[in-house]
């Protein structure tokens, strides 16, 4: 077992479960093609030993569970022309569509930031829990990028528009968000971790794993929260994201009337009017296309656009404008959402047919 405070991933084995534990918190816990490839053989290995019946999935630090993959390091691999970005956007994908099948319940307990894809990790078959630090989200189109890991599929599948507001504002959700979204299953004030922890070493295991395990977070967690401001804007994303187009939406967005929903609205606008409109359309696209595919139809289509974006997407001058000049003025191509034409956003998706691009991940 690994315990070495400077290693990138711990691992440890009590009670019968299983513990991963996310480990380099100076970064977010963000996640790099070792990190990942690590995750996925110990997951398997796991999944193969009849004496391990759970997993548990955390992070180290109050900061963050995860805030996503490492986007410097993908902007070095593409300027080096080294191919590591695509190699980690294929292993993780792979990995987060393993963690969607995998054979045993998995816990995610998930303090700080999760955004990206530390939110791929945690949206197939788990247990998820938040606390009061959460913030949750895919806000992957402020950086001129489309949201990947597998959310084509479950945030098409949110109720009505919801996915695609997320989806398209990149927003953050709060704890009472979250579990209203159903991105995240029951919040527990982050203090209250270590107790959880403690119960778990005293699981008996009498009942089925996952049944042991939910039964558990029943007794220490909460299913719902008040105050969701989704819940209250839930009405108005309906009558504006259900449309079929970004210009549609934005024009919609302008002529909201209601009072208590106006403001929201302009912020919308603002919003959206800094992100890259290349981004806004695809992100819509995608989201829209991924209604209709499987799960692993809708990571394959995403790791198509991979295959484009670096190029012919937003996402270097989205990176170069955050984190490598730092200068927050991204010049967008095309700058405006007018000059996005609708032939450009299907060329993105002309060579993708669905079940016939498959990556390796059932493998």
């Not at 991963?20 to 996640?31: E, G, Q, S, V, Y």
């Not at 934005?250 to 603002?270: D, F, I, K, Q």
Request: charged fraction near 20%.
């Amino acid at each position: 077992m690994s315990h070495l405070p400077d290693y990138p991933i711990l691992v440890a084995e009590r009670n019968r479960i299983g513990y991963l534990t996310l480990n380099r918190p100076a970064d977010l816990n963000t996640l790099t093609l070792p990190v990942v490839c690590a995750l996925q053989r110990q997951l398997e290995a796991w999944a193969a030993d009849p004496t391990i019946l759970a997993v548990v999935l955390r992070g180290t630090g109050d900061k963050a569970f995860c805030a996503g993959g490492d986007i410097r390091a993908l902007y070095d691999s593409f300027r080096a022309g080294d191919g590591r970005h695509l190699a980690f956007f294929e292993k993780e994908y792979a990995l987060d569509y393993y963690l969607h099948c995998y054979p045993k319940p998995v816990l995610a307990l998930m303090d700080g930031f999760v955004l990206g894809g530390g939110l791929g990790l945690v949206q197939g078959n788990m247990l998820r829990v938040i606390s009061e630090r959460t913030q949750m989200g895919m806000p992957e189109v402020a950086i001129g990028y489309f949201p990947d890991v597998g959310s084509s599929y479950f945030l098409s599948r949110l109720p009505d528009a919801l996915g695609l507001y997320l989806g398209v504002t990149g927003v953050h959700l709060s704890p009472a968000d979250a579990l209203y979204a159903g991105l995240a299953d029951w919040y527990l004030p982050s203090k209250g971790f270590a107790e959880l922890e403690r119960s778990l070493d005293e699981l008996t295991w009498d009942v089925r794993p996952r049944q042991a395990l939910g039964n558990l977070l029943d007794t220490f967690g909460k299913r719902h929260l008040l105050g969701s401001e989704l819940k209250k804007l839930h009405p108005a994303i309906e009558t504006h994201f259900s449309l079929p187009d970004i210009p549609s939406i934005r024009a919609s967005l302008l002529a909201e009337h209601r009072p208590e929903y106006r403001a929201w609205a302009e912020a919308t606008v603002r919003l959206m009017d800094s992100r890259s409109p290349l981004s806004l359309c695809v992100t819509l696209e995608l989201l829209q296309r991924g209604r209709h595919l499987s799960l692993d139809d809708c990571f394959a289509l995403e790791l198509h656009l991979d295959r484009q974006w670096f190029a012919a997407g937003d996402i270097m001058e989205g990176v170069r404008a955050l984190l490598i000049d730092k200068d927050k003025t991204p010049r967008w191509n095309p700058p405006t959402l007018a000059e996005v034409s609708p032939g450009q956003v299907q060329a993105f998706f002309a060579d993708f047919r669905p079940g016939e691009e498959r990556m390796g991940l059932m493998g």
